[in-house]
């Protein structure tokens, strides 16, 4: 047993080692990405004369900032913003309370940001918000429970889940409370640019009238469906599964709380609380189209296909809210952060930079990109030096990397390494996975510490991954290996590595894994 561990650490090394040698390779004789011409813009443009003869009352500034939409993001920037002194212009398309199947998790690294924003009453009993302080795992009858690492940390300290509506009505009521913060219902249709500068927005209010505002930035956070992203970035977007979601009622879930993953067939089901009463499920449904819900070939999937695999203790309560009828769909989608540097605006939240819900990382993602912003804008008292500003913010895009690409890489590898496949080597992933996290111990809560947003080194992202693929070899060799498990064990590490490289590539080799070898990572403020 002592020599199989020393060959099995040889093998590890020199796999880490080999692999490294190829990101290194990668990164520095990799081709320079092509940037957009600042001469094509999109149609969601409104170029304004080249003179740039304003009308003094049209081009008159009211805000510091506007920002569009007031989801997660846009209320708390805007509360977060306008507590730093500044007057923020909200304009979102419908300030009724949200009811969406998503968003409805935070991890403990967001509402660590949440208590840095001087947010957190805004995710408490008032909401009915649940703590959350880990997740069980279940696979083949078989569960595991994973704990976050929050003993060094004070006791309120943990996960929140909630009503998404309930938490965004929070935010934006804490928001609008403020006398620097008007908050108005209003659909953005177009940027205005004036010699490649965002100006502010054209909008139509509650009443149907277009308006123009006018701030020296414009801060774009409309939401996965953006329309104005285009304007900002090459966006990539991306739609691996959909989530048909349930409201269980009145039912305690195995381990009360925490989150539940079930790694089904064909992809996970989640459960997790979202108030003292209710438990929100989600059934993941890998591609673009799920069953009809109005021809009942939804009831009949949810009821022959899904229902077989819930844990005895949610059966009856899953079948009930089935029965019930409320069912919902959305689609998933992931989207690489790809911005196109504009002076006068940039963009956050969803509109931004999507990844899988599946690990619950956006809103913690989100909430870290509003401090780094705070914090890079908090020594400036004028933002009107629009090309200045814009030079210094490129520095947000390589600061944010080892939250944001942390997160998004393993909410993009654990959704692929959790989905059913037909590989016996993606098998082979996926059971070693549930082993290994079954391990307790480092091999446990390494892990849960990337999940929970509480740990943003990506370095420990990678080794983590590989130990899981290494430690799926080690059991294919175990206790002697032959022809046919060493083959597929080579064929278990090229799996492994043709899930994590990818999205490595989408998140940046060098932004991800050596942000200080990036110029903008040490930009300064603009003088005045």
Same mark, same amino acid.
């Given at each position: 047993?002592?020599?199989?561990?020393?060959?099995?650490?040889?093998?590890?090394?020199?796999?880490?080692?080999?692999?490294?040698?190829?990101?290194?390779?990668?990164?520095?004789?990799?081709?320079?990405?092509?940037?957009?011409?600042?001469?094509?813009? *999109?149609?969601?443009?409104? $170029?304004?004369?080249? =003179? +740039?003869? !304003?009308?003094?009352? /049209?081009? &008159? %500034?009211? #805000?510091?900032?506007?920002?569009?939409?007031?989801?997660?993001?846009?209320?708390?920037?805007?509360?977060?913003?306008?507590?730093?002194?500044?007057?923020?212009?909200?304009?979102?398309?419908?300030?009724?309370?949200?009811?969406?199947?998503?968003?409805?998790?935070?991890?403990?690294?967001?509402?660590?940001?949440?208590?840095?924003?001087?947010?957190?009453?805004?995710?408490?009993?008032?909401?009915?918000?649940?703590?959350?302080?880990?997740?069980?795992?279940?696979?083949?009858?078989?569960?595991?429970?994973?704990?976050?690492?929050?003993?060094?940390?004070? *006791?309120?300290?943990?996960? $929140?889940?909630?009503? =998404? +509506?309930? !938490?965004?009505?929070? /935010?934006? &009521? %804490?928001? #609008?409370?403020?006398?620097?913060?008007?908050?108005?219902?209003?659909?953005?249709?177009?940027?205005?640019?004036?010699?490649?500068?965002?100006?502010?927005?054209?909008?139509?209010?509650?009443?149907?009238?277009?308006?123009?505002?006018?701030?020296?930035?414009?801060?774009?956070?409309?939401?996965?469906?953006?329309?104005?992203?285009?304007?900002?970035?090459a966006p990539k977007v991306e739609s691996p599964s959909c989530f048909v979601g349930l409201v269980l009622e009145n039912c305690d879930l195995p381990h009360a709380n925490h989150g539940h993953v079930i790694l089904g067939d064909p992809s996970p089901i989640l459960f997790y609380p979202i108030s003292s009463t209710q438990v929100r499920c989600l059934v993941d449904v890998p591609g673009t189209k799920v069953p009809s819900i109005a021809s009942g070939e939804?009831?009949?999937?949810?009821?022959?296909?899904?229902?077989?695999?819930?844990?005895?203790?949610?059966?009856?309560?899953?079948?009930?809210?089935?029965?019930?009828?409320?069912?919902?769909?959305?689609?998933?989608?992931?989207?690489?952060?790809?911005?196109?540097?504009?002076?006068?605006?940039?963009?956050?939240?969803?509109?931004?930079?999507?990844?899988?819900?599946?690990?619950?990382?956006?809103?913690?993602?989100?909430?870290?990109?509003?401090?780094?912003?705070?914090?890079?804008?908090?020594?400036?008292?004028?933002?009107?030096?629009?090309?200045?500003?814009?030079?210094?913010?490129?520095?947000?895009?390589?600061?944010?990397?080892?939250?944001?690409?942390?997160?998004?890489?393993?909410?993009?590898?654990?959704?692929?390494?959790?989905?059913?496949?037909?590989?016996?080597?993606?098998?082979?992933?996926?059971?070693?996975?549930?082993?290994?996290?079954?391990?307790?111990?480092?091999?446990?809560?390494?892990?849960?510490?990337?999940?929970?947003?509480?740990?943003?080194?990506?370095?420990?992202?990678?080794?983590?991954?590989?130990?899981?693929?290494?430690?799926?070899?080690?059991?294919?060799?175990?206790?002697?290996?032959?022809?046919?498990?060493?083959?597929?064990?080579?064929?278990?590490?090229?799996?492994?590595?043709?899930?994590?490289?990818?999205?490595?590539?989408?998140?940046?080799?060098?932004?991800?894994?050596?942000?200080?070898?990036?110029?903008?990572?040490?930009?300064?403020?603009?003088?005045?």
């Open positions: 047993m002592v020599s199989y561990e020393y060959v099995l650490g040889g093998v590890l090394v020199s796999l880490l080692g080999s692999v490294f040698f190829m990101i290194i390779t990668t990164t520095l004789s990799g081709k320079k990405q092509v940037k957009a011409s600042s001469g094509v813009k *999109s149609k969601r443009f409104v $170029r304004m004369p080249p =003179n +740039g003869e !304003f009308q003094p009352e /049209m081009e &008159e %500034k009211s #805000a510091d900032v506007v920002i569009v939409g007031a989801g997660v993001a846009g209320a708390a920037l805007a509360y977060t913003l306008a507590k730093e002194g500044r007057r923020i212009h909200v304009i979102e398309r419908d300030l009724s309370e949200p009811d969406r199947i998503v968003g409805e998790l935070l991890q403990p690294g967001g509402y660590l940001k949440l208590i840095e924003l001087g947010l957190e009453d805004c995710a408490n009993e008032s909401i009915d918000a649940q703590k959350v302080f880990g997740y069980a795992l279940y696979k083949d009858g078989k569960d595991t429970k994973l704990s976050y690492p929050l003993e060094n940390y004070s *006791s309120d300290v943990a996960g $929140r889940s909630f009503h =998404n +509506g309930r !938490f965004i009505q929070r /935010m934006r &009521e %804490k928001a #609008a409370n403020l006398s620097n913060v008007k908050l108005e219902q209003g659909t953005v249709t177009t940027l205005i640019e004036e010699k490649g500068t965002i100006k502010g927005v054209i909008y139509k209010n509650k009443a149907g009238e277009e308006l123009r505002t006018y701030a020296p930035l414009t801060i774009v956070c409309d939401g996965c469906f953006s329309n104005l992203r285009k304007s900002l970035s939804m009831v009949k999937y949810l009821k022959t296909k899904v229902a077989p695999q819930i844990p005895p203790q949610l059966y009856n309560a899953f079948m009930a809210a089935v029965n019930k009828g409320n069912i919902r769909t959305m689609q998933n989608k992931s989207m690489a952060a790809n911005p196109l540097p504009t002076p006068g605006a940039i963009l956050l939240g969803d509109s931004f930079n999507m990844r899988h819900p599946l690990t619950g990382g956006g809103m913690t993602v989100a909430l870290s990109d509003i401090v780094l912003l705070r914090n890079l804008l908090r020594p400036l008292r004028d933002l009107n030096d629009a090309p200045a500003l814009c030079n210094y913010l490129e520095s947000f895009y390589t600061l944010r990397k080892p939250v944001s690409s942390t997160i998004n890489t393993l909410a993009g590898a654990l959704y692929q390494v959790f989905c059913a496949s037909p590989d016996p080597a993606r098998q082979e992933i996926r059971e070693a996975c549930f082993a290994y996290l079954s391990l307790g111990g480092i091999c446990s809560s390494g892990p849960v510490s990337l999940l929970s947003g509480l740990n943003s080194r990506p370095l420990h992202l990678f080794l983590h991954f590989f130990a899981v693929a290494i430690y799926g070899v080690g059991r294919l060799m175990f206790p002697f290996p032959s022809p046919k498990s060493m083959w597929l064990g080579a064929r278990l590490i090229l799996s492994a590595s043709g899930i994590l490289f990818p999205i490595i590539k989408g998140e940046g080799v060098r932004q991800m894994f050596f942000p200080a070898t990036m110029p903008a990572y040490y930009r300064s403020p603009p003088l005045h």
